[in-house]
C-alpha cells in the first residue's frame, strides 16, 4: 500500500526553524521526483522545493531559497525539509508529493509562525 506521512509542523516564533520529514512506504522514493507543496488560508497550494533523490538535484520557490533545504534519505525512504528563518507568511500546511500533483500526497502538517 502506497503512504506518505508527514510530521514536524507546529507552532513557532518568526526567526525559528523547523524540520519536517516525510516517511514513504510502498515504494521507493529514489524512483520519483519528490516534492513539498504548501497551502495557507484563501491560497492555491504551492509547490516549495522540489528533489530528485537519485541525482540530489533540487530547485526551491524564490519565496524559500536561502531559507529551506530539501534533503532525501533513499535508504530510509524518508524525504526532509529542513526549515530556517521562519516568517509569518510560511504559515500554512505542508504537503508531501510522490511523482507530481497527479502522484502520491500525505495528509499533510500544520506549520504556523507566528509571535
Known amino acids: 500500500q502506497v503512504q506518505l506521512v508527514e510530521s514536524g509542523g507546529g507552532l513557532v516564533q518568526p526567526g525559528e526553524s523547523l524540520r519536517l520529514s516525510c516517511k514513504a512506504s510502498?515504494?521507493?522514493?529514489?524512483?520519483?521526483?519528490m516534492s513539498w507543496y504548501r497551502e495557507a488560508p484563501e491560497k492555491e497550494r504551492e509547490l516549495v522545493a522540489i528533489?530528485?533523490?537519485?541525482?540530489?538535484?533540487?530547485n526551491y520557490a524564490d519565496s524559500v531559497k536561502g531559507r529551506f533545504t530539501i534533503s532525501g534519505d533513499n535508504a530510509k525512504d524518508t524525504m526532509y525539509l529542513q526549515m530556517n528563518s521562519l516568517k509569518p507568511e510560511d504559515t500554512a500546511v505542508y504537503y508531501c508529493?510522490?511523482?507530481?500533483?497527479?502522484?502520491?500526497w500525505g495528509q499533510g502538517t500544520q506549520v504556523t509562525v507566528s509571535s
Open positions: 508529493n510522490a511523482g507530481g500533483t497527479s502522484g502520491y
Open positions: 528533489i530528485t533523490t537519485a541525482s540530489g538535484h533540487t
Open positions: 510502498g515504494f521507493a522514493i529514489s524512483r520519483y521526483i
